[in-house]
C-alpha cells in the first residue's frame, strides 16, 4: 500500500471516529454511561436515551428513544454465523425451526489505529452497562460482553433474520424492508423446505450492511464482505433474566464496513447457496 494510500485510510478513519464520538453513543467515548440508561422496556430491559428532565417530568417520561449503541470491531473468521441461514439445515434441540435462527458474529479488538485504543474503553463501558442491570445474586451471565477482559474481550452481536407477519407489521414499510422468502438465498435443501412451508407465515428481513462504497451487501455475500472485516456497528441493547441468568442481547441495527476482510477470510469456499 502506498504512502498515499495509508494516509487516506488513515483520515477515514479519523472521520468515521470523530462521527462516531459527536453522536454521544459510541461505545468507546468515555463519557457514554452518562447519556443512557436502563428502563423497562416489555419484557425485558433496554437502553434510552437520558433526555434533560424538567422539574414536571416523571423518570418514566424520560425513558422514550432506545439508544443505538456503536463501536468499531473486527469480525472475527471464528464463530461467524452472520449468513443468510445461520447454516440450519434440519431441526435441532436448541432450534427447532429455521425462522427460530438468529444470526449471529463476534466482534474484536481491531490491530491497529486509533479503534484499537478505543476498545479498551468499549470493553469497560460495556462492562459497566451490563452490571449497572445485573441481577443480584446472579451469578451467571450470558451474551454481548461476557467473554473475556479488557484487549480479550468479545461482542456477541445478532440480526433477526426472519420476522412473523401479521397485523402489526404487514404495512407498507415492513413490506418494503423484507425479502420475499421465495428469493431468499439458503445452504440447504432442509433449509429450502423449510422457507417453503413458512411462506405464508413469515418475511426475512436482510441486514442493513453496507460495504466500502456505501453500497447495500446482499444475503449471499455476507461471508464474504463480512468476515474478517474491520466494521462500523451500529446496535440496540437490551437485557433480560431469567432461570438465574442474566442475557445481554446486542441486536443489530446497520453495519458498514471500514476494511475490507483480509483474503484470508474472502477467499473461503463457501457451500452452495440454493436460490429458486
Not at 412451508?197 to 462504497?213: E, F, G
Request: charged residues 20%; aromatic residues 8%; glycine residues 4%.
Amino acid at each position: 500500500m502506498s504512502d498515499t494510500s495509508v494516509s487516506s485510510t488513515h483520515q477515514h478513519s479519523a472521520h468515521i471516529r470523530e462521527n462516531l464520538l459527536h453522536s454521544g453513543f459510541y461505545l468507546g467515548d468515555q463519557d457514554l454511561v452518562h447519556h443512557v440508561h436502563w428502563a423497562p422496556n416489555g419484557r425485558k430491559d433496554s437502553l434510552f436515551i437520558n433526555k434533560p428532565l424538567q422539574s414536571h417530568t416523571s423518570s418514566s417520561d424520560n425513558a422514550t428513544e432506545l439508544t443505538t449503541l456503536s463501536t468499531v470491531v473486527r469480525i472475527m473468521d471464528n464463530n461467524f454465523w452472520l449468513t443468510s441461514d445461520v447454516g440450519w439445515r434440519a431441526p435441532t434441540s436448541i432450534t427447532a425451526h429455521l425462522h427460530d435462527a438468529k444470526a449471529t458474529c463476534v466482534g474484536v479488538a481491531p490491530r491497529s489505529g486509533p479503534f484499537h485504543a478505543d476498545f479498551l474503553i468499549a470493553a469497560q463501558n460495556a462492562t459497566n452497562l451490563q452490571q449497572q442491570i445485573a441481577t443480584p445474586d446472579f451469578n451467571l451471565r450470558y451474551g454481548f460482553a461476557c467473554t473475556g477482559e479488557g484487549e480479550s474481550t468479545q461482542f456477541k452481536f445478532r440480526h433477526v433474520l426472519f420476522e412473523k407477519i401479521n397485523g402489526d407489521n404487514a404495512d407498507d414499510e415492513f413490506i418494503q424492508r423484507t425479502y420475499d422468502l421465495d428469493d431468499w438465498p439458503v445452504h440447504s435443501e432442509g433449509a429450502r423446505n423449510a422457507l417453503d412451508d413458512m411462506k405464508s407465515t413469515h418475511h426475512a428481513i436482510p441486514l442493513a450492511a453496507y460495504d466500502v462504497d456505501d453500497q447495500l451487501i446482499p444475503p449471499t455475500s455476507y461471508r464474504q464482505q463480512l468476515q474478517g472485516a474491520l466494521v462500523e456497528i451500529h446496535f440496540n441493547l437490551s437485557h433480560s433474566a431469567f432461570k438465574g441468568k442474566d442475557m445481554y442481547t446486542a441486536d443489530i441495527h446497520s453495519i458498514r464496513v471500514i476494511t475490507v476482510p483480509p483474503s484470508t477470510a474472502t477467499t473461503k469456499k463457501c457451500p452452495l447457496i440454493l436460490c429458486l
